[in-house]
C-alpha cells in the first residue's frame, strides 16, 4: 500500500488541523493505520491509531482527548483531527499501515509510511 499525508500548516496555539492519509490499492481496511510524529532532533513517536475495522482507537497520553483519529474505508483515507494544539504538537506527522489485526504502538510493527507533512503551532 502506498501512502500520501496532507493536511499540515501553521496554526495557532489553541487551533485546529485535519490531517489526512490517502491510501492506494484496494486492501486500505486490511490494515491498522496509525499516526506518528517527529519533532525537530527528536525520534519519532506514537500518536495514535485505529483498527481495521474503526471501531477501536488508541492515544498516546500527550494527545489524549485532543485529537481524533478515524478512517473511511470507502475512501481509502486515514484522518487526525487536531484540536486544542500546543507549540509542544510541532512536527512532522507520518501515517503508517500495518498488515495486522490488532492495533500496535509499536513503531517496528508498521511497514508502510506515508511521506509526512509538516504541522507548526505557534505560541
Known amino acids: 500500500v502506498q501512502l500520501q499525508a496532507c493536511g499540515g500548516g501553521l496554526v495557532q496555539a489553541g487551533g485546529s488541523l485535519r490531517l489526512s492519509c490517502a491510501a492506494s490499492?484496494?486492501?486500505?481496511?486490511?490494515?491498522?493505520m496509525a499516526w506518528f510524529r517527529q519533532a525537530p532532533g527528536k525520534g519519532r513517536k506514537y500518536v495514535a491509531a485505529?483498527?481495521?475495522?474503526?471501531?477501536?482507537?488508541d492515544y498516546a497520553d500527550s494527545v489524549k482527548d485532543r485529537f481524533n483519529i478515524s478512517r473511511d474505508n470507502a475512501k481509502n483515507t486515514l484522518y487526525l483531527q487536531m484540536t486544542s494544539l500546543k507549540p509542544e504538537d510541532t512536527a512532522v506527522y507520518f501515517c503508517?499501515?500495518?498488515?495486522?489485526?490488532?492495533?500496535?504502538?509499536?513503531?517496528?510493527?508498521?511497514?508502510?509510511w506515508g511521506q509526512g507533512t509538516q504541522v507548526t503551532v505557534s505560541s
Open positions: 490499492g484496494h486492501t486500505f481496511s486490511k490494515y491498522v
Open positions: 485505529i483498527s481495521r475495522s474503526g471501531g477501536s482507537q
Open positions: 503508517a499501515a500495518d498488515w495486522a489485526y490488532a492495533i500496535s504502538t509499536d513503531i517496528t510493527d508498521y511497514d508502510y
